[in-house]
């Protein structure tokens, strides 16, 4: 069986950065860094980035590339009886783009009305922002037991988002590659565009120094690393399936840890700059509203949402324009997570273990996810989101990354994988890998789940939710792991990859 390949290192790099950047790099990180020490917390956030970041996708791409397989191949390859643990992260997968594709649809939907600032100019506008998205919008209902019909507008765009996936997908990754140089270019020029337009605006200036101003003292709390440390798991798109598939796309010959490292800095670096393009925000929020800091949302839905439609409203000019291209970066910065997500995290295993031709693939998740997605799009969805990102964007990835980076460090071999990475790489790794991947990783993986999860969790309902809601977390976990055993005991006759089929990459 022949493996796909990417048809040169610039499309492979250019899609696994576009991966790993999302929407994340600009709701979440500069709030996390303004909340948690400013300029001091991007100290532990390096030291995660290189201690935890980059040796975890490192593993990623290298199981990928060793087994040509993806996820639920890669640990089949280890041992028949580990194949469950590369299905848990699939069904991870495969649940966020259900809801993932849902916000690019709120996303696209605030184009059009930015285009006529339907929430209002000046101070109406920014009085109006948040009843505008909670109401207009979402048409949100009292809990998450009323979730009353989906709104039509928003699934008209979630169709439309579904569409577009299916045609960036359905030929591979030779499309795939083609298409991320311009999705991961677009949104880059659109956030320099924003930064510019940010620095401008007077009260900038104050907005960044609540951003960047180190508060020294903030590094001896746990809280602190505990943020930067589940800062570097989401980030990367580590722990969701795909970057193993994207790894079994690499060429034999090519260069693994040069490749990891290329990826993780570029994510990094776009997630410090996107916070210039909203501290200034910020900052210009605050004096133009005559409010302290604490009173601006700065993290998540609120900021993308509420705070940046306020401040576009009180923008002096160009009102419209500012808007349309804040919301086009969004979703351009999400689709690449998106296509990531359903190819490689879910339709490129399945088309590995049942033998599925690429567009009978693409097409059964594609409905899936689009008729689970109509969940989110209803009165009640917003609640449902949260439970469920909490579950799999949190739980899912850590537990599922820990136990990866257990089986691969203790029973493949961490050292066994760190010689097979410096076989082609420029960037020879030494026995310290060995380590990171046996006991830092998972250690540092484990400390956040437990300590920014079951220990909040557990004893109380999360987010104040119902708790028969909140159960929800631990009854897709272990739905998902259920199945994901069930998977494992399904026959495959698909063949394995080839040393003849190798195709050499260009």
Request: glycine fraction near 12%; proline fraction near 4%; charged fraction near 10%.
């Amino acid at each position: 069986m022949q493996r796909e390949r990417w048809t040169s290192r610039y499309y492979f790099l250019f899609a696994a950065i576009g991966s790993a950047i999302g929407l994340g790099n600009v709701w979440r990180f500069p709030y996390m860094t303004y909340k948690y020490g400013g300029g001091a917390f991007l100290i532990p956030w390096m030291i995660g980035l290189i201690v935890m970041g980059i040796p975890w996708m490192m593993m990623e791409f290298g199981m990928g590339r060793y087994f040509q397989r993806s996820s639920p191949g890669v640990f089949e390859g280890i041992g028949k009886k580990w194949e469950w643990l590369g299905w848990w992260p699939v069904f991870c997968a495969f649940l966020i783009i259900t809801y993932y594709s849902v916000v690019m649809a709120w996303s696209l939907r605030y184009v059009v009305s930015s285009a006529t600032m339907a929430w209002g100019i000046g101070e109406a506008g920014a009085a109006g922002a948040g009843s505008y998205f909670f109401e207009e919008i979402l048409r949100l209902s009292s809990g998450p037991s009323v979730l009353g019909a989906p709104i039509g507008p928003i699934v008209g765009f979630l169709a439309l988002i579904w569409v577009v996936i299916y045609f960036i997908v359905f030929k591979g990754v030779g499309v795939i590659g083609k298409v991320a140089v311009w999705t991961v270019s677009i949104p880059w020029v659109l956030l320099v565009i924003l930064a510019i337009r940010g620095l401008t605006l007077p009260g900038a200036v104050e907005g960044l120094n609540f951003y960047l101003t180190p508060n020294l003292a903030a590094l001896g709390n746990a809280e602190v690393w505990f943020a930067a440390f589940s800062q570097i798991a989401f980030t990367l798109s580590l722990g969701m399936a795909g970057m193993f598939a994207y790894g079994s796309f690499i060429a034999r010959k090519a260069d693994v840890t040069n490749n990891a490292f290329i990826t993780s800095f570029s994510n990094c670096a776009t997630s410090f700059f996107a916070g210039f393009a909203v501290f200034s925000t910020v900052g210009f929020i605050m004096q133009a509203l005559s409010i302290p800091v604490g009173e601006v949302s700065a993290s998540g839905l609120g900021l993308a949402f509420v705070s940046y439609p306020v401040a576009i409203s009180m923008m002096p000019g160009a009102n419209a324009f500012i808007g349309i291209l804040f919301f086009l970066c969004l979703f351009f910065l999400g689709i690449d997570s998106l296509f990531f997500l359903a190819y490689g995290g879910v339709i490129s295993p399945i088309m590995d273990k049942f033998g599925l031709s690429r567009v009978k693939a693409t097409l059964i998740v594609i409905i899936i996810s689009f008729l689970l997605g109509l969940v989110y799009t209803t009165n009640g969805g917003l609640y449902w989101l949260d439970i469920v990102d909490r579950t799999v964007c949190f739980y899912g990835l850590l537990l599922t990354g820990a136990l990866a980076c257990i089986v691969i460090g203790w029973v493949f071999g961490a050292g066994k994988l760190r010689e097979h990475l410096n076989e082609t790489s420029d960037i020879k790794v030494g026995a310290w890998f060995d380590w990171l991947i046996k006991v830092v990783v998972p250690a540092g993986l484990l400390f956040v789940v437990i300590y920014g999860g079951f220990a909040k969790d557990i004893p109380a309902s999360y987010e104040g939710y119902p708790r028969w809601a909140s159960s929800f977390i631990w009854i897709i976990l272990a739905v998902t792991l259920g199945l994901s055993f069930l998977l494992q005991r399904v026959k495959t006759r698909v063949p394995q990859v080839s040393e003849k089929s190798e195709v050499s990459e260009k």
